[in-house]
């Protein structure tokens, strides 16, 4: 069945940087448009950035340009997110969610999240 | 890239039926018909229910309807069950980003 999975969250002091990873099956990843968000604890979900399905278009929330990188390798059926300068206020659940077929904005298929905590 | 406006809570008892509103601006919702809610239960990845403001993926209950009119899209949830009791964000596209609503909570009394 069509699934995300995400790693490489984890516990990392301010400043610091880490790469999530999303590991796409059940479906042919290089055909679609795939996004992160992100949950910081009990609140709402933020979009944080999208990249097209060629790679050829990325859009990043302003919350996060200039620190976080999205990037995929179609061969590999992977979605990355590299995030440098990482703040208290990043610390969130991350999930990578990929869109339709038609359309734009609507995520129709969620990776399980994974947990990423910024603290010295 | 400001988030949609929802109601914090809406509550309904089984059986009944419970709209949820999400108000936009000039350049989300009134722009593009690229209108989503999804729902989430405590602990859980999201979980698409509308989109396109009213399409229905494939095993979704029908008892979940959506509409927009002008800058406010709309949830619709008939017949109450129990465990539609969960979080409901409504998201819209921009352009070039996704924006989306803060969230509301459905109670199911």
């Known amino acids: 069945q069509e699934q995300l999975v995400e790693s490489g969250g984890g516990l990392v002091k301010p400043g610091g940087s880490l790469r999530l990873s999303c590991a796409a099956s059940g479906f042919t990843f290089s055909e679609y448009y795939m996004s992160w968000i992100r949950q910081a604890p009990g609140k709402g979900l933020e979009w944080l950035s999208y990249?097209?399905?060629?790679?050829?278009?990325?859009s990043n929330a302003d919350s996060v340009k200039g620190r976080f990188t999205i990037s995929r390798d179609n061969a590999k059926n992977t979605l990355y997110l590299q995030m440098n300068s990482l703040r208290a206020e990043d610390t969130a659940v991350y999930y990578c969610?990929?869109?339709?077929?038609w359309g734009r904005g609507a995520f129709h298929i969620w990776g399980q999240g994974t947990m990423v905590t910024v603290s010295s | 890239q400001s988030a949609l406006t929802q109601p914090a809570s809406v509550s309904g008892s089984p059986g009944q039926s419970i709209t949820i509103s999400c108000t936009g601006s000039s350049s989300d919702l009134s722009v593009y018909n690229f209108v989503s809610w999804l729902q989430q239960h405590p602990g859980k990845a999201p979980k698409l229910m509308i989109y396109d403001v009213s399409k229905r993926p494939s095993g979704v209950s029908n008892r979940f309807s959506g509409s927009k009119s002008g800058n406010t899209a709309s949830l619709t949830i008939s017949g109450l069950q129990a465990e539609d009791e969960a979080d409901y964000y409504c998201?819209?596209?921009?352009?070039?980003?996704?924006?989306f609503g803060g969230g509301t909570k459905l109670t199911v009394v």
């Open positions: 998201t819209s596209y921009t352009g070039t980003s996704t924006v």
């Open positions: 969610a990929r869109e339709g077929t």
């Open positions: 990249i097209s399905s060629s790679g050829g278009t990325i």
